[in-house]
């Protein structure tokens, strides 16, 4: 994901605190009926990853069985396949039929209807998504909407009628990449009215080079995150760590579910800051999310998990952490992280970079 990406050189000037939570969402908490423990959901962007081979897929996986293996390690997927290709039922039948119970597809609506037509004129195309998704039955999780980054303020009409011609019992999250959106107060409090009025919930993105999109406002008690590391730096256990106080105080207040997916500007990575994620919600938030199990060690750093991360894998299998070449760097709750060492880094396998 090359989204809001900056040289490694240029994050030690960002400042990644997270913002405080607005006013309107300590309201849309407070107004959630408190009913039972929150659900969390954890997971990547795609499951089709040969340089996962060897990390979370087993030694000579074939791609067909990716999505087999995948499912046994994470219980949700941020689909971005659906943007690039209109799904069939049958061929999102056949993706369900793959993993387990409680799994949940969030598939990205395709490019033809928020890029091509940005939003006009979209019905025929509309439809087609809504019955080739109807496939994942039970599995299926929120409609992922990303309206072209050049939809800004001067297009809320065109927005809130797309959204309003969904069906009511379709959930969805919206994104919004246009800067004028967070710049200007007043087309901020238009777009969440928008949201609310029709139940639509925000997405919150997580990226170095633009934190104008990390505006920690919820229009629905439920929070979809989209984080984007920076290849293991240092500073991406951190914003973790942060991010797992923030889903902690939301739970607090009566957040129903989580969705946090997890981006890296070259995906090899992301399984393992996954991980470190998991084990902290189950550290910190009561959680009891099965813990990803590594066929062996990780390419590059990895944090070291206390002795009992085991217990908290419902499968009763055991977190297998490797050696590292690495160094410790103390976090602000006094765990440690790795940092890679130079040799590491130079060792480590030339990775693909997401197009998004």
């Not at 387990?100 to 209807?113: A, D, R, T, V, W």
């Not at 809504?130 to 072209?148: D, E, I």
């Not at 087309?187 to 919930?201: I, M, S, W, Y």
Request: glycine residues 6%; hydrophobic residues 35%; aromatic residues 10%.
């Amino acid at each position: 994901m090359e989204f809001g990406r900056l040289e490694t050189d240029e994050l030690d000037g960002v400042d990644f605190t997270l913002p405080p939570d607005l006013a309107a969402t300590d309201r849309i908490l407070a107004a959630s009926p408190k009913t039972g423990r929150p659900e969390v959901f954890v997971g990547c962007a795609k499951w089709g990853r040969k340089d996962w081979i060897g990390t979370i897929y087993p030694e000579k996986t074939k791609e067909a069985d990716f999505l087999s293996h995948y499912g046994r390690h994470f219980n949700c997927i941020e689909l971005n396949a659906t943007f690039y290709k209109m799904p069939s039922a049958h061929q999102t039948e056949g993706w369900a039929s793959q993993v387990g119970p409680g799994f949940q597809f969030s598939p990205k609506f395709p490019n033809q209807i928020t890029h091509m037509r940005r939003l006009k004129n979209v019905e025929e195309q509309t439809t087609r998504f809504l019955k080739g998704v109807s496939g994942f039955g039970k599995a299926l999780g929120p409609l992922f909407l990303m309206p072209h980054p050049q939809l800004g303020p001067k297009d809320l009409d065109r927005l809130e009628a797309f959204i309003q011609s969904l069906p009511s019992d379709v959930k969805v999250f919206v994104e919004m990449r246009h800067p004028e959106w967070y710049a200007d107060p007043v087309a901020f409090n238009n777009l969440f009215t928008v949201l609310e009025r029709h139940k639509a919930g925000s997405i919150i993105t997580d990226a170095s080079g633009r934190r104008d999109c990390v505006h920690m406002r919820l229009s629905t008690p439920e929070a979809f995150i989209r984080f984007v590391g920076n290849g293991l730096h240092p500073t991406d256990y951190t914003r973790v760590d942060d991010w797992v106080q923030r889903i902690r105080t939301w739970m607090e207040k009566g957040i129903r579910t989580v969705y946090f997916f997890m981006h890296q500007h070259e995906e090899v990575y992301s399984p393992e800051l996954c991980r470190y994620l998991i084990h902290e919600l189950n550290k910190h938030c009561g959680t009891n999310i099965p813990v990803p199990v590594f066929v062996e060690a990780p390419v590059r750093g990895m944090a070291e998990f206390q002795s009992d991360a085991n217990t908290e894998n419902e499968q009763g299998v055991a977190s297998k952490v490797g050696k590292s070449t690495a160094k410790k760097v103390a976090t602000s709750d006094n765990a440690t992280i790795k940092e890679n060492t130079p040799e590491k880094k130079a060792r480590a396998p030339r990775a693909k970079k997401s197009k998004e």
